[in-house]
């Protein structure tokens, strides 16, 4: 089965748990002919149509995309359903890690207590704890969340996207520390970063493991650049040479003009005009004027 085979039939899964394909269709605004085509494979899915898809049916976008990951995320139908008992049946987990992200986006992890994340959640401090082990856990997973939701989000986008340099600026633009997703996404970012300094080597466990799991995190970000940039030189629309170097170059500058936008010495018009003027004279062949 193919990739696209197996992401038409996780939509039909979906599709037929939350109810009738024509109410779905009708739910995001698709003609029901085009729906009825793209499960059939005479056409591809949108971005905008798998997103709408996923949160229409309750659906986890990852699910969708790759098959992996919990199926469901918000209320799905019986069958989905049924699929996720006995992960968490009911969605406490998410619940609670969800609560975790926005308070330690919008507090600092130092300010938020448990009771504050069981608050939010509307459940107790011991179901907290019987999830996640402590508040050092908490901020792990929700680092993995952040990790996962760029994931997602980055693959939807750029899946039918061709051209390498507008692949590039949309990937780009994905990083920008601008909205109510991605500003909450680098102050997590930037916490998991000072936690990851002070880990000196004979800090608890948890710590450890936070900080590989950033460097995987970043790995993974380095190297969807990387990719992007190989296609382009591939494609003859990038720039010959050491691709390595530039993905190394331009991630760098997208960290440090991030931090310029989250510190408000900066704004996001600021670093995109930055990071447009670095891919045009440093990454793009010829003169794009």
């Not at 402590?134 to 792990?140: I, V, Y």
């Amino acid at each position: 089965m193919t990739d696209d085979e197996a992401l038409r039939r996780r939509v039909r899964e979906a599709a037929d748990a939350s109810g009738s394909r024509r109410d779905l269709a009708a739910a995001i605004g698709l003609e029901e002919t085009k729906l009825s085509k793209a499960l059939a494979g005479r056409r591809r899915f949108t971005t905008a149509e798998l997103t709408a898809i996923a949160e229409h049916t309750g659906a986890s976008l990852t699910w969708l995309l790759r098959g992996t990951g919990q199926a469901v995320t918000a209320e799905p139908g019986p069958a989905v359903r049924t699929r996720a008992q006995g992960e968490d049946p009911d969605g406490a987990r998410k619940r609670i890690l969800d609560a975790a992200w926005t308070l330690i986006a919008t507090r600092g992890y130092h300010q938020v207590r448990v009771a504050d994340v069981a608050a939010a959640a509307g459940t107790s401090s011991a179901a907290v704890h019987y999830h996640f082990p402590g508040k050092d856990a908490l901020l792990g997973e929700a680092l993995r969340h952040n990790v996962e939701l760029a994931f997602d989000r980055q693959s939807a986008a750029l899946a039918d996207i061709p051209d390498p340099h507008a692949r590039l600026l949309r990937l780009l633009e994905l990083q920008m520390p601008d909205g109510p997703v991605l500003e909450p996404e680098w102050s997590i970012w930037m916490q998991v970063w000072v936690e990851a300094v002070l880990d000196t080597g004979d800090t608890a466990p948890d710590d450890h493991r936070r900080r590989a799991l950033y460097r995987e995190a970043q790995d993974r970000w380095f190297r969807t650049v990387l990719m992007t940039l190989h296609d382009g030189a591939a494609a003859g629309v990038f720039r010959p040479g050491d691709q390595e170097l530039r993905a190394r170059q331009l991630t760098a500058l997208v960290d440090g003009l991030g931090i310029g936008v989250m510190t408000r010495s900066s704004d996001p018009a600021a670093m995109r005009a930055a990071l447009h003027d670095f891919v045009d004279t440093s990454i793009r062949l010829g003169d794009p004027r």
